[in-house]
Nanobody, 122 residues
Framework: QVQLVESGGGLVQPGGSLRLSCTAS????????VGWFRQAPGKEREGVSCISSSDATKYYASFVKGRFTISRDNANNTVLLHMNSLKPEDTAVYFC???????????????WGQGTQVTVSS
């Protein structure tokens, strides 16, 4: 029901930065928990970050804490993921998804975007 589109991926050198955007159409993202996930070749999808509908909860996986920041741009119905100090192991397809209860329970995300490729390489 929620259409999500990711953008902002690309090729960046180690230590560089990217800003990913997750934009929804037809629904107000502020009513949903919004998470970022990633999947690298040969690996399972893993949770990266999440922001609850109330913004009371912001989750960061241990491997990105201190480097990534999740935030909302409500005027543009968008959730952003600022990624700094990128490492080659951050290379993956990044997906955003919504959680209908407005929470950050990773088992309940049920609407997904198509993904954007992030490649960190020198």
């Amino acid at each position: 029901q929620v259409q999500l589109v990711e953008s902002g991926g690309g090729l960046v050198q180690p230590g560089g930065s990217l800003r990913l955007s997750c934009t929804a159409s037809g629904y107000n993202l502020n009513n949903y928990g919004v998470g970022w996930f990633r999947q690298a070749p040969g690996k399972e999808r893993e949770g990266v970050s999440c922001i609850s509908s109330s913004d009371a909860t912001k989750y960061y996986a241990s491997f990105v804490k201190g480097r990534f920041t999740i935030s909302r741009d409500n005027a543009n119905n968008t959730v952003l993921l600022h990624m700094n100090s990128l490492k080659p192991e951050d290379t993956a397809v990044y997906f955003c998804a919504t959680e209908p209860y407005g929470l950050c329970d990773f088992a309940d995300f049920n609407s997904w975007g198509q993904g954007t490729q992030v490649t960190v390489s020198s």
